[in-house]
């Protein structure tokens, strides 16, 4: 695809993003799930993620959009374009947090999507396609794994029956959580399928390089690729008082000698630091001060932005573990990956270029943090925008941005939404 003219349309529509308006929504948005530490816990399929989907209908009914749902609990605001048949250019990101996660990780891209679309409307613009701005379902994967479970199913890349029997920590299935959600907005439409013609997702850097160069505008080339792994390490339960060393099969030790071996082998394959390697979760059975643990579970989440690195270094993450099993049986399962992703040259272009014509400063960037627009962009062709964040933190209550990057952003958005739909 060549890249779209950014023409007097696609800056008036950015001309009428409204700084305090984006902001207020985005404060509103985060009274779902809010801690006391000014973050969110807004896991995928809860309440609270339910209220913040009936506030977005809330939204779309005042500002006269279409809501449309999917089986995997999608949310899609529609604005109709001038040829109803034409494939639409959507927009979006998804409002599931980490447990203790930021206002704006996710947030930001849906409540950008829907100040897009408000502006374009009080520009007077009907476009050629229709804009769909969609909230994706369990971007965060952290309630119920794999992530970006809407946007893969929505791509083809995962399969709805194989996701509704998952169930989280509490045995709760994702059918089951789905429901509560469903019945927040009851009575909503279902998508009829239809392919998109683009996808242009805004997000919050998640890391320090926009913030330490004084730059507003990230234009995003690709994402690096993530796999994510389960380690199963069985020991046997015994006696903390009576149990001798050479009778203990203790999976606590074993699984805490893998943790810093997989540390240390990674390090050493990874002199530049580009690869990330994190265990962000542990179990211990049955967690009991006075009983040697019987099964230890822990997940792995390995990043890197080259196909043929993650293939070599995951490959390694089973024979490391065995080497420090002493006699505890060991499974090590892939439960997801996503390939590095390379955007499509004429999105990246035309938001690039939209930074120039608003002349926002800019620089291109690749994501380190993974987004629904991985799995978009197998479908069509696919860009992002990213705005600084404060120090680069995310994932973390403190997340913070600035109204007037956020609104940069939105206005970037809102000028390639108009660029790429006149098309
Ligand atoms: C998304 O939140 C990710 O884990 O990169
Ligand atoms: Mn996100
Ligand atoms: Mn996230």
Redesign the pocket.
Known sequence: MTPPTLDDDALAAAGRVDRDRLWQRLMEIARFGATGRGGVNRQAFSAEDAAARRQMADWAASLGLHCLTDRIGNLYLRRPGRDPEAAPVMTG??LDSQPTGGKF??AY?VIAGLEALQAIAQAGLETARPIELVAWSN??GSRFQPGCMGSGVFAGEMALADLLPLVDAEGISVEAALAGLFEATPGLPARPAAAPAAYIEA?IE?GPILEREGRTIGVVGGVQGMRWLTVEVTGEAAHAGTTPRAARRDALKAATRMVVALEAAFAEADPEDILRFTVGRFEVEPNSPNTVPARVFFTIDFRHPEAAAIEDLCGRIEGICRAQAQGCPVTVTTISGLPPCVFDPAVVATVRGAAERLALSHRDIMSG????AMNLARLCPTGMIFVPCEAGV?HNEAENATPDDLAAGTRVLAASLVALANR
């Not at 943090?369 to 629904?372: E, V």
Request: net charge negative; charged share 30%.
């Open positions: 990101s998804h990780d996710g891209g971007e965060e997000h998640q943090a993974g987004h629904d995310s």
